[in-house]
């Protein structure tokens, strides 16, 4: 079965803070892919990133940071720096085939609502 | 400008009541799906379709009905609405039903059902 599991429901930081958001994933699939997404107050799911399974390498992306670590099945997000603009609701999602037609199958975490203090 | 519509963005009905909700894209992507976001619960699949007449189930179909009969056009139809329907509900696409195809999101369809 799949699961992901971000057990921080709410974070409140102070404008500048470095936060972390945390992101563990199960799956017995051997390729699968890893997403974040975000979602301000307005709504809308913004796509962040992506990571297949064979790729370990962080990524960095301005302010944002993405370390995924395989053997803690982990796919945690780092904001360097917040913004007011970074408050947002992030979701951290997994992707696996799934369903008689073999489509993707995205299984998405409960979110994190994160609070930027200015 | 590339995007995935929905519409009504907000629909208030009574229980059993038939609705439809929009969705539609255009940018020719094979691959479209619907979710709903309940607190706590983060979102859930309800269908996708990977292309034209070709639809299946997600987690938590029932109650819901869905149709591919065009590329571009994925409505999501309640037969009969319960209270335990009244969500927030994400139509999404992608380019491909691959793992790596990132989806676009719709702006949400905020449903109350009572």
């Known amino acids: 079965a799949q699961k992901v599991t971000q057990a921080q429901t709410e974070i409140s930081v102070v404008e500048k803070e470095d936060v972390t958001l945390d992101c563990v994933y199960e799956t017995r699939d051997t390729t699968y892919y890893l997403f974040w997404y975000k979602q301000p107050p307005s709504g809308e799911l913004v796509f962040l990133i992506r990571?297949?399974?064979?790729?370990?390498q962080n990524e960095i992306s301005g302010r944002y940071s993405w370390n995924f670590q395989k053997s803690t099945s982990s796919f945690n997000f780092t904001i360097t720096a917040s913004q007011v603009v970074d408050s947002a609701v992030y979701f951290c999602?997994?992707?696996?085939?799934?369903?008689?037609?073999?489509?993707?199958?995205?299984?998405f975490g409960t979110g994190t609502r994160l609070t930027v203090i200015p | 400008e590339a995007q995935v519509t929905q519409n009504p963005r907000y629909l208030i009905t009574v229980t059993g009541k038939k609705l439809t909700v929009t969705c539609s894209q255009n940018?020719?992507?094979?691959?479209m799906s619907w979710y709903r976001q309940d607190p706590g619960l983060g979102l859930r699949q309800i269908y996708y379709?990977?292309?034209?007449?070709?639809?299946d189930k997600g987690d938590v179909p029932e109650g819901y009905k869905v149709s591919r009969k065009e590329k571009r056009n994925f409505p999501l139809i309640l037969e009969s609405p319960s209270p335990n329907q009244t969500s927030l509900y994400f139509c999404a696409s992608s380019l491909s039903p691959g793992l790596n195809s990132p989806l676009h999101f719709g702006n949400g369809t905020r449903l109350t059902v009572t």
């Open positions: 990571r297949n399974s064979f790729d370990e």
């Open positions: 999602a997994l992707s696996v085939l799934g369903g008689l037609t073999g489509a993707n199958n995205l299984f």
């Open positions: 940018m020719n992507h094979e691959y």
């Open positions: 379709s990977m292309n034209v007449e070709v639809t």
